[in-house]
């Protein structure tokens, strides 16, 4: 017997749209040479950042993480426009039966 059962997933499926819609955004998805329809996603802080330092100068980097349903059309290397600031996607995890998260950079 499985340790989740498809009732499980289920359930699953149905909390992850009900956390994504809570605090829905709307994004673009820009991905080498083309324009990806808007899609619905919830984006939150993941309390992680960390400061990098290049010939004397230093740049703060903020990450978030991206929440979307189980079609969520997300690839790394992604670019996107959320509360005005450019994001890039660094990590998509690979277990997506209840939803698709998603790491993301902050780059301006």
Do not use: H
């Not at 673009?28 to 004397?56: C, E, P, Y």
């Amino acid at each position: 017997m499985p340790l989740v059962s498809s009732a499980d997933w289920a359930a699953m499926v149905v909390d992850a749209i009900d956390i994504r819609n809570d605090n829905a955004v709307s994004i673009v998805i820009r991905r080498v040479g083309s324009t990806l329809a808007s899609q619905q996603v919830r984006i939150a802080g993941n309390g992680s950042g960390r400061v990098n330092d290049s010939d004397g100068a230093s740049q703060a980097v903020g990450t978030v993480v991206v929440l979307g349903g189980s079609t969520l059309d997300i690839q790394t290397g992604d670019r996107f426009n959320a509360n005005g600031q450019l994001y890039e996607v660094e990590f998509v995890q690979t277990n997506r039966r209840a939803g698709i998260q998603a790491q993301a950079r902050m780059v301006q």
